[in-house]
């Protein structure tokens, strides 16, 4: 029936090649390929986007300001759509109210239960949320913690008033608050802060407030340094101006708050309990121990919310987050932990016929959790959504009703169809999914020599429970372990401890003007080699200097701001988004000007642009497996895992004393065949005499692991352990081993 298909006509978003493609409906899709071969350009930039974009069109302008915005992907029709869900792995960010309860609404149900059940009772389920006045802590509003005045901070008592003893920004030598103080003649100009009476300094900070019990006297209308500063920064309702936002975070800290300690509820809803337990006792508490006071509610007046709460809690547990508790801030989740929370979200939705959205749900996850995962996707399609999932971990493959690949390559070499059917078709397919999916498993290299040990001595962080272990220097190690149980913590302590080199999966640059060149410092590089060639000036081939565009600024593209309607980005009419002026682009070089040498994707500058300065860099953005990437694409388009393979490239041209490198799963968005690639980069690091430690749950990088260190045996308090650290043929029966013998 067609109007079960998702039909796609002569899709060309990013790098997709006329493509054509039906997807039925109702299924759990996995899309495949290799990195950068299109998966997220289909899925995201184009199935995704169009759905939004038609979304969105229902609603008048107004509204439709307010919603998120989608770009119209490039194709000539796509037909069969309905809303769509994306349920990626950006984090759920830093809003201070949201916690791992009120993102799963378990909160919620919470809250309905202490509302009918408390003692004493306190009445409507309001009475209970940190978010509604009628239950919030008034001291901080709900948040838990309040900000501070980091006084310390404001003053350097090793100099006197007038070297600018107070730091704080607007409070200067010659400045109008500064001839105040000094004239007030109470205290020493000519002596550094340090060399007053701590009363002087008190009366500084305070004045007035504190000023009468001292022996120093100073005008009832003065106001003390932090007084003002408090008025000012702290206490005012006006909007605050991003400086003023950076003076405050850089004088202030964050203390738990002194009232709720914490809590976030006023004294009513703190001292409420059910089944003897307040509501602040239950949210700090792990899921599994929740679950069973939720249990016992199963013959109450509430006994429907409870069970739904039990659903969402199990499902929790379910895919891994048990470890969990529901007063957990969302801000201090990892990627993949916000992915499977949103997932339990919608697990409790009971609408039907949605595109649900899923980029590589396993991330984070210990392959003895990955089978749960795959459980709530399956959920998900049988209440009659359609799951498309892009994925590398072939357990998920095998589930799936449905395998596209893409590709065969990356950038120009892929964006067409290589295989659609079963995974079993997958398996006999001669795509590169297929090849490496039957490729024999890579035999164990002999295990390197440590050059030395860093030792972890007692860490404490999180739920590491006293942790002592030695590191290998000069050498790959693998810290291993269930989500949740300790390896994060472990590194933070590594880099605490001994100061290693974090390479993350943050975006590398929010600014659209950095590069991969820009980035690596290439485009410094090619910049002096056309000055040379042509004689011109250097900033002629800068985008950003007197080379760019005047009409767009050097970015190719132009922002129109519609009263009520989305800002429009449209290519620039004047250089039609070759972001140079006329004159820049009149240079050449061996018949390209500088706009044609970013168009060129990273392999093929390094087959065309000779110089040794600017080849030598290149070449390392190849050996991270980023040829297909075009020099001039901008690195805010970058996925997660992209991100950590450019800085990986960076640091491999940078560093030259022995370091400690740290990487968070280098495999993220890695194709099983590009994951070989990655080890030897891995080992390249170590060639030169670096010490690598990464974390991962990607079998093939434990196989060729030097050493592991293997944390445990659960998650939280359930873990925090070191369970094995040695070989990895020595690995006994601990998740991670079973999980290597299978
Ligand atoms: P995958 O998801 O398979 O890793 P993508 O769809 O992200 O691959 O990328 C396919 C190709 O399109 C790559 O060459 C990538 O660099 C390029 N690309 C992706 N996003 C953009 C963008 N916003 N602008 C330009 N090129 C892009
Ligand atoms: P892993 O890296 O093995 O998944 P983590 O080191 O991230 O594990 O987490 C170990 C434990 O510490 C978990 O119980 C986790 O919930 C807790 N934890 C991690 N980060 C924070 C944080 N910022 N605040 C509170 N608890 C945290
Ligand atoms: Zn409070
Ligand atoms: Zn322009």
Redo the contacts with the bound molecule.
């Keep these: 029936m067609s109007d079960r298909t998702i039909r796609i006509r002569q899709a060309v978003t990013?790098?997709l090649d006329h493509l054509d493609l039906d997807i039925r409906r109702g299924l759990l899709v996995v899309i495949a390929?290799?990195?950068?071969?299109?998966?997220?350009?289909?899925v995201f930039?184009t199935i995704a986007a169009e759905a939004g974009a038609e979304l969105n069109e229902t609603y008048p302008p107004f509204t439709r300001n307010r919603l998120p915005k989608w770009t119209r992907p490039e194709a000539g029709s796509i037909e069969g759509l309905s809303p769509v869900i994306v349920i990626g792995q950006r984090r759920l960010g830093g809003n201070a109210r949201s916690t791992v309860g009120t993102v799963t609404d378990t909160w919620t149900y919470l809250r309905l239960i202490f509302s009918r059940l408390s003692k004493p009772h306190v009445g409507e389920s309001s009475a209970f949320s940190f978010n509604d006045p009628s239950g919030m802590c008034p001291t901080c509003s709900g948040i838990g913690e309040v900000v501070a005045p980091d006084v310390e901070k404001f003053l350097d008592l090793g100099r006197r008033l007038d070297e600018g003893a107070i730091v704080l920004p607007g409070f200067g030598e010659g400045r109008y608050w500064y001839r105040k103080y000094a004239e007030l003649g109470v205290f020493a100009v000519d002596a550094p802060l340090g060399d007053w009476p701590r009363e002087h300094v008190d009366a500084l900070l305070y004045g007035g407030r504190w000023a009468e019990s001292l022996a120093v006297e100073v005008p009832k209308d003065y106001e003390g340094v932090a007084d003002r500063f408090e008025r000012i920064y702290l206490r005012t309702s006006e909007t605050v101006s991003e400086r003023k936002l950076k003076t405050v975070a850089e004088f202030t800290r964050s203390t738990m708050c002194p009232d709720c300690h914490g809590e976030r509820l006023n004294a009513a809803a703190r001292s409420a309990t059910v089944d003897g337990r307040t509501v602040g006792e239950l949210a700090r508490i792990e899921i599994p121990e929740l679950r069973d006071v939720v249990a016992r509610l199963g013959r109450t007046e509430v006994a429907s919310v409870a069970a739904a709460l039990l659903e969402r809690l199990d499902a929790m547990d379910g895919i891994g987050l048990g470890y969990l508790h529901l007063a957990r801030a969302t801000s201090s989740l990892s990627g993949g932990e916000s992915q499977r929370i949103k997932a339990v979200k919608h697990l409790g939705s009971s609408l039907i016929e949605m595109l649900y959205v899923f980029d590589e749900p396993t991330v984070g996850l210990h392959p003895h959790d990955v089978a749960a995962m795959v459980e709530v996707l399956c959920r998900l399609r049988d209440r009659g959504n359609t799951v498309l999932v892009?994925e590398h971990d072939p357990a998920v493959m095998a589930c799936a009703d449905e395998i596209i690949e893409?590709g065969p390559g990356?950038?120009?070499d892929?964006?067409r169809l290589v295989f659609q059917g079963s995974f079993r078709g997958l398996l006999d397919s001669d795509g590169p999914t297929g090849r490496a999916l039957r490729a024999p498993a890579p035999t164990t290299p002999t295990p390197r020599s440590p050059t030395g040990w860093a030792t972890i001595v007692n860490a404490r962080t999180n739920n590491l429970d006293g942790v002592t272990v030695d590191i290998p220097r000069g050498v790959l190690t693998v810290l291993t372990g269930v989500a949740g149980s300790g390896k994060s913590s472990l590194a933070a302590e590594l880099s605490a401890q001994h100061g290693a080199i974090t390479i993350g999966q943050k975006p590398v640059s929010a600014n659209r003007r950095s590069t991969p060149i820009t980035y690596t410092g290439i485009a410094q590089a090619l910049r002096r080699h056309f000055s040379r060639i042509t004689g011109a000036a250097v900033g002629l081939f800068s985008a950003n200097s007197d080379g760019g565009c005047p009409v767009c600024k050097g970015l190719g593209i132009v922002y129109t701001d519609l009263a009520f309607m989305d800002v429009q980005e449209t290519t620039c009419p004047t250089c039609q988004g070759a972001r140079f002026t006329a004159e820049a682009l009149a240079h050449t070089v061996d018949g390209l000007s500088i706009a044609d040498v970013e168009h060129l994707?990273v392999s093929e500058a390094i087959d065309r642009l000779a110089e040794p300065a600017i080849r030598s860099r290149l070449v390392h953005l190849d050996r991270v497996g980023l040829g297909?990437?075009?020099l001039g694409?901008?690195l805010n388009?970058?996925?997660g895992g992209?991100a950590q393979r450019v800085k990986i490239a960076k640091e491999l041209r940078d560093a030259i004393e022995p370091s400690i490198y740290l990487l968070d799963e280098p495999t993220t968005?890695l194709h099983l065949s590009d994951t070989a690639r990655l080890i030897s980069v891995l080992y390249d690091l170590i060639d030169h005499g670096h010490t690598v430690v990464v974390i991962e749950h990607n079998l093939e990088v434990i196989r060729v692991a030097d050493w592991l260190i293997d944390l445990g045996p659960g998650p939280g308090r359930h873990g925090g352990r070191v369970l094995y650290t040695g070989l990895v043929d020595g690995i006994g029966d601990t998740s991670t081993g079973r999980a290597l013998r299978e």
Excluded: C, F, H, M
């Design positions: 990013n790098n390929g290799v990195s950068g071969s299109g998966k997220s350009s289909l930039d892009v893409i990356p950038g120009r892929g964006g994707t297909y990437l075009a694409q901008p388009t970058l996925s992209e968005g």
